[in-house]
């Protein structure tokens, strides 16, 4: 529920302007990731993914760009609604190994959109 | 949540007494897990599980347990039950050729 925000840095946007998430992952071999939206009360919510081939990768109003030099990820949202308001953390997977497929994910951060 | 439910959905508990939470899902997927979701922590996995009776720790298992006698269901077992418990537990599916895990609405779980 709403506990999921306590802690989290907190982005704040006018509605109709754009977002932008940043995430620091932390394992340079990760080949796969992927950015989850969590609304109060709620599991979190599969957005958009990219591999680590790409640099770039659109879905419906939402950008994801990954930069393996600095490992860093970013979701960007244009046209920010209130419906977008939740906490967004990326995730990433490491190299393909037997026995297992483990995401690990980030802490997050809120975002709260301005009417 | 596309094929995964979780029961109960809200639960409080003594401290000391036992506590089972299941993930139930109807798409035959292998890879199952759990979750808690802690204030300040994220998502923190306590065990997955392979396929039937194939299961292993995560980074926090310590005080639980899980057992998958059947594809579809996977149950997560507080023996004893303390407070530092008290958390959101999530349960997850892993799609494989859809990417990245299908979440469960949560359990949210009190221990008093």
């Known amino acids: 529920g709403e506990s999921v925000g306590l802690h989290l840095p907190t982005l704040s946007v006018q509605e109709g302007d754009n977002s932008i998430i940043n995430c620091a992952y932390s394992?340079?071999?990760?080949?796969?990731f992927i950015w989850y939206k969590q609304e109060s009360g709620k599991g979190p919510q599969f957005i958009i993914d990219?591999?680590?081939?790409?640099d770039k990768r659109q879905g419906q109003r939402v950008t994801v760009l990954l930069n393996k030099t600095v490992k860093h990820l970013s979701l960007q949202i244009a046209a920010t609604q209130p419906g977008d308001s939740a906490v967004y953390f990326c995730?990433?997977?490491?190299?393909?190994?037997?026995?297992?497929?483990?995401?690990?994910f980030g802490k997050g951060t809120k975002l709260s959109v301005i009417p | 949540d596309a094929g995964i439910t979780q029961s109960p959905r809200h639960k409080v508990t003594e401290t000391g007494t036992p506590v089972t939470l299941r993930c139930h899902q109807t798409?035959?997927?292998?890879?199952m897990y759990w979750y808690r979701q802690d204030p300040g922590h994220g998502l923190r996995l306590i065990h997955y599980?392979?396929?039937?009776?194939?299961?292993d720790k995560g980074e926090v298992s310590d005080g639980y347990s899980v057992s998958r006698s059947k594809t579809e269901d996977f149950l997560l077992t507080l023996e004893s039950a303390t407070s530092s418990q008290t958390s959101v537990y999530f349960c997850?599916?892993?799609?494989?050729?859809?990417?990245?895990?299908?979440f469960g609405s949560g359990t949210r779980l009190t221990v008093v």
């Open positions: 599980s392979y396929g039937v009776k194939d299961t």
């Open positions: 798409e035959n997927h292998r890879y």
């Open positions: 394992n340079s071999a990760s080949d796969y």
């Open positions: 990219i591999r680590s081939n790409m």
């Open positions: 997850a599916i892993n799609r494989e050729s859809l990417g990245g895990y299908t």
């Open positions: 995730a990433e997977k490491g190299p393909s190994g037997a026995g297992s497929y483990q995401l690990t």
